[in-house]
């Protein structure tokens, strides 16, 4: 069974950097698309980034401050998150796109940022 595993949230004052991780595991199909998507209180999901053989997409709101890589010997997926801001309080989820079975999401990490 396909098992996407996120670490790397927590507490960070205003300004400060977060890195995120997602490991995928159990699949045997290619991952193509993988990315980070969040979700903040009383809103809906949101993108952040995605980041394909082609390269990669950020959301607006990040763009400048988040910097997503990928390893692919290790099937994880990475988001360097710089200058917080209190508004990127949210959920953040995993997201790896399979070939043949789909899109499949992390359980999710929070990042909470204090002004």
């Known amino acids: 069974q396909v098992q996407l595993v996120e670490s790397g949230g927590g507490l960070v004052q205003a300004g400060g950097s977060l890195r995120l991780s997602c490991a995928v595991s159990?699949?045997?199909?290619?991952?193509?698309?993988m990315g980070w998507h969040r979700q903040a209180p009383g809103k809906q999901r949101e993108l952040v980034a995605t980041?394909?053989?082609?390269?990669?997409n950020y959301a607006d709101a990040v763009k400048g401050r988040f910097t997503i890589s990928r390893d692919n010997a290790k099937n994880t997926v990475y988001l360097q998150m710089n200058s917080l801001k209190p508004e990127d309080t949210a959920v953040y989820y995993c997201?790896?796109?399979?070939?043949?079975?789909?899109?499949?999401w992390g359980q999710g990490t929070q990042v909470t940022v204090s002004s």
């Open positions: 997201y790896a796109g399979l070939s043949v079975i789909g899109g499949r």
């Open positions: 159990g699949s045997r199909f290619s991952i193509n698309t």
């Open positions: 980041i394909t053989s082609g390269g990669t």
